[in-house]
């Protein structure tokens, strides 16, 4: 690549994050150029120019195009030689075809394979070809194959010849192959390409790449090379598998070998689906291709339910609705039927045999549906959900934790935690985030507070009653903790402790070879690994014997354990996902999945009690339906479909960054707006900076704390003079763009799998018509309407600072006066009695008695919204601070307190009573 070349693509790179999109923006301006090119050629006009940038976008698509099959080598080769011969007709055309198909993603339809036999036939017959007089193959799923060989082109076109003589009409797939020749094109191509489904590794290939381009070399930095063993032939194939599942762990990896049986057998660990040998067939490498994908795409319960759909099938139970005909044999009901149509209907039944399962006991469909999701996901095992997250908590919770139970917990969870806290009588110690005052919000738990508080419980003699720590990953702002490294720490002081991840807005990040390693069954993975490899003990050794020497209860000075005892140390993981939020499903569609080494010894029992406590006898079919393809999308396109999100998520920074109206009134949110220097050791300050381009998250990812999930895009509003809640409902009102979270002086907008390049597009011009539109009115606004926007802008920039928990009433501490736990679902169910419960108005005068000494007890749980979780919850003693801040509140909706009755208190007697029975309650109990 020239060196002008290499600038300009070097700095395209910096403009553009997203490598795939890089490849499309390529491609259209390249037609857009060959049509000046050729309007230039056909008016005899001078097209030195043009023809310079053709030849610039061909050089540097070659390098993009070698990790595609579609259009391949031999197409590109085609392009080039049709420039050289100057024939602008029919690079122009091509070029429109090739780009047409790319952008409009059709030539997965046709399948490349199908398409070069037709060119071909067609270039036998005309000399020349065009992709519109093709044939249209059947509709199949198409993928690709990649090859890492060091084979020339004779050598590359007798491979896919051999493998495409092999293909036949009943194939349920269609594939075409890509070949690369060295390790590390092997690693730029499964990150590049992800339409690749399998990989075979044959027999020599390099190490490096001869491939600069910045936006690919980028790919590169995913890989921990410190990992990876220097070596050759063999051993090189088995490092590359490692790293290659590492990245994506659903690609089918066969090895291709002419080494002797010797070396091979049993040498190659769980990576390769299958070994080859150089002579074998190529018939059993394209059955084998097939049914690895097969493997993937596979829906057993999805696949049960049509099958039972399609059936004629008579109804005398429960459910009129089913099949339809309590709609379509009325009058007044077939609206209903015509908006949704058949299908939904014919497959609405109660029936759980005829080839269908249950999913309070599985045995059919369903158990396969969940065995295939635990795959996915990482899991030991997986469970499907119909009613949300909020209760997939409370059965991880029912199921763990007993009466008297320590949990620890983020203050600032779900609400749906603090009622599992009540239903399973744990007491809970509420953990503080750090607050990020400016934008009224919270972080995310700092490690040092998680370990202080268990130093505290076991300075107290209470750590044998502790029983789970519990954390928000990520937190709906986008906060992601290191899951490994804080569970690491915590087992070093609590061997047994049991980590419950709520990961409602997190699961697809399984999919990113990025945010993977921040996901709570990977870091469980990581840690079984670790504890239980061979040299841990070995390396461990001198701080073990410390360890063991302070005991498991000491003193307060008793030092910090800094590494898990590997006798002791168990991995006991649960994380709960809204599948819904961010994967395919139908609403409330969730998942629990469990990586627990003693579940099937001590947990299994509960959990199936607490599965039945709160799963409904009558599942929706639909949602278990759509979880089971949920599933499969990601194991066939969940990397595609993330890393897609994620461009997306970096091209809407950079556009509210660069456009220079927009800028004016918004900005996005950074890492180092959102998670103190502290937490952050990587210096990682910025994803997009206008001025820098884009930053390296790789090293932040590994290293730092805390991380900002990068499909969060959080805008800050204060300049427009507008609070969360009026910009969302003018989003919704005039533009139909739908958000959620807002605080006092921010906006989140949360790319997804679903988004488009021309959803970010159209907000992008609706922020800058806002903006437009504020510029515009404060030009013509007189100097009283501009002082009244600023001071409505500074009152913005400065809310109310966040309180962090205060602490439980003396009645609610069942031990101790200064216990740190508290008797939640003792206060929660005190509130029932009236007798026991009053009302304070929330005022200054309520303030001015709480600072004059005055304790008032809330009654209940108070949720502003935003933020969205207990400000105040059962039994909390009201802090000067918590007042003050809800006061400060310019919002409508908190639940939990009634703007005409005021908050719920406990009445004096009430506690008084509430204290007399806690305390014969711990004597009784010492005794």
């Known amino acids: 690549m020239s060196a002008a070349n290499q600038r300009s693509t070097a700095d395209r790179a910096a403009r553009q994050y997203n490598a795939p999109h890089l490849r499309m923006d390529y491609w259209t301006e390249l037609r857009q150029r060959c049509n000046w090119l050729l309007e230039r050629s056909r008016a005899g006009r001078d097209s030195a120019e043009p023809r310079a940038l053709v ?37 122009a055309g091509e070029v429109a075809e090739i780009t047409r198909m790319l952008v409009g993603d059709s030539y997965r339809d046709r399948g490349a394979a199908v398409l070069r036999a037709s060119r071909e036939h067609a270039h036998h017959e005309h000399g020349h070809h065009h992709d519109h007089h093709e044939a249209r193959a059947p509709a199949k799923p198409y993928f690709e194959v990649l090859f890492v060989d060091g084979i020339d082109a004779y050598d590359r076109d007798e491979l896919r ?8 009409d009943s194939d349920e797939f269609l594939y075409d192959i890509v070949t690369v020749p060295s390790f590390e094109d092997a690693v730029i191509a499964v990150l590049f390409n992800p339409t690749i489904q399998s990989v075979f590794l044959r027999y020599n290939y390099s190490f490096h790449t001869k491939n600069d381009h910045p936006a690919l070399r980028r790919y ?19 490092a590359l598998a490692h790293v290659l599942k590492a990245l994506r762990p659903e690609l089918d990896l066969f090895l291709v070998t002419d080494s002797s049986l010797d070396n091979v057998a049993g040498s190659l660990g769980d990576d390769f689906r299958r070994v080859f040998y150089r002579l074998e067939q190529y018939m059993e490498q394209h059955l084998s291709i097939l049914k690895g994908v097969r493997a993937r795409f596979e829906a057993p319960f999805f696949d049960a339910l049509r099958k039972y759909s399609a059936k004629p099938t008579g109804v005398f139970h429960a459910l009129p609705i089913a099949r339809g005909k309590s709609m379509t044999n009325a009058h007044w009901a077939r609206d209903m039927y015509e908006f949704y149509g058949p299908n939904i209907f014919l497959a609405e039944t109660s029936a759980t045999t005829g080839g269908l399962d249950s999913l309070l006991q599985p045995k059919g469909p369903i158990k396969r549906s969940q065995e295939l999701a635990a795959r996915a996901f990482g899991s030991r095992q997986s469970f499907f959900v119909t009613n949300g997250t909020s209760t997939a908590n409370k059965v991880v919770l029912q199921a763990i934790v007993q009466p008297g139970d320590i949990v620890l917990i983020d203050r600032d969870c779900h609400k749906s935690h603090h009622y599992a806290m009540v239903l399973a009588g744990a007491m ?23 370990e202080q508080r268990l130093m505290e419980l076991k300075a107290a003699g209470k750590l044998d009653r502790v029983r789970m720590l519990l954390l928000t990953n990520c937190t709906f702002d986008g906060l992601t903790y290191d899951p490994e490294e804080v569970m690491r720490r915590v087992l070093a002081i609590k061997p047994d402790m049991i980590f419950l991840w709520d990961e409602a807005w997190f699961a697809f990040a399984r999919f990113s070879p990025l945010l993977r390693r921040r996901t709570a069954m990977e870091a469980a993975a990581r840690l079984r690994e670790e504890f239980r490899s061979p040299g841990y003990r070995e390396r461990c050794a001198d701080s073990l014997g410390d360890q063991k020497a302070g005991g498991a209860n000491g003193a307060v000075e008793t030092p910090k354990p800094v590494v898990p005892d590997p006798d002791r140390v168990r991995v006991r993981v649960y994380a709960t996902q809204s599948t819904h939020k961010t994967l395919t499903s139908f609403r409330q569609g969730s998942m629990i999945h ?17 599965y039945m406590t709160h799963t409904s006898t009558s599942p929706n079919y639909q949602i278990v339906a759509s979880l089971d393809v949920g599933r499969r999308q990601v194991e066939l396109e969940g990397h595609e479909l993330v890393e897609q999100t994620i461009g997306l998520a970096m091209a809407l920074r950079a556009r509210v960054n660069d456009h220079p109206e927009i800028s004016r009134f918004f900005s996005v949110l950074r890492p180092e707006d959102m998670i103190p220097g502290e937490h952050r050791p990587s210096g990682l300050e910025f994803y997009y900076s206008s001025e820098h381009g884009w930053g390296r998250m790789e090293q932040a990812w590994r290293a730092d704390e805390f991380t900002l999930d990068p499909t969060r895009v959080t805008l800050h509003i204060a300049r427009t003079g507008m609070d969360g809640e009026e910009f969302r409902q003018l989003l919704m009102d005039k533009h139909d763009i739908q958000i959620n979270k807002t605080s006092r002086n921010t906006a989140l ?57 205060s602490r439980f009433h003396p009645a609610f501490q069942p031990e101790d006066p200064g216990s740190i736990e508290g008797d939640l679902r003792a206060a929660f169910f005190l509130a029932y009695d009236d007798a026991s419960v009053g009302s304070v108005p929330l005022s200054e005068a309520t303030l001015g008695e709480i600072e004059g000494g005055r304790e008032i007890v809330s009654a209940a749980f108070v949720i502003p919204y935003p933020p969205g979780f207990p400000i105040l919850v059962p039994g909390q003693v009201m802090s000067p601070e918590i007042i003050a801040y809800l006061l400060a509140l310019d919002i409508e909706e908190i639940h939990g307190y009634d703007p005409v009755e005021g908050l719920r208190v406990f009445t004096e007697a009430a506690l008084d009573r509430a204290a007399t029975m806690t305390d014969i309650v711990a004597k009784a109990e010492s005794r």
């Open 220 to 238: 590169l930095d995913l890989v921990e090379w410190e990992d990876v063993p220097t070596c050759f032939g063999l051993e090189r194939s088995i």
């Open 594 to 610: 469990v990586f627990d080494e003693d579940f099937g010894q001590k947990v299994s029992g509960s959990f199936h009690e607490a």
């Open 55 to 91: 030849a610039q976008d061909l050089e540097v698509l070659a390098s993009l195009e070698s990790y595609w099959a579609y259009p391949g080598p031999s197409r590109m080769a085609e392009l080039a030689d049709f420039y050289k011969r100057g024939d602008h007709d029919e690079l």
């Open 161 to 168: 010849d051999g493998l495409a003589a092999c293909r036949r």
């Open 428 to 450: 809970p110690v509420y953990l503080d985030s750090y607050p990020l005052q400016e934008y009224s919000m919270y972080g995310a738990v700092p490690l040092e507070e998680i």
């Open 749 to 805: 907008f949360m790319p997804n799998i679903g988004t488009t390049r021309g959803d970010v597009a159209y907000l992008v011009d609706v922020l800058a018509g806002i903006s437009r539109d504020i510029a515009d009115r404060l030009s013509l606004a007189s100097d009283a309407e501009r002082a009244r926007h600023a001071a409505r802008v500074e009152s913005l920039l400065h809310g109310p600072p966040l309180p962090n928990f």
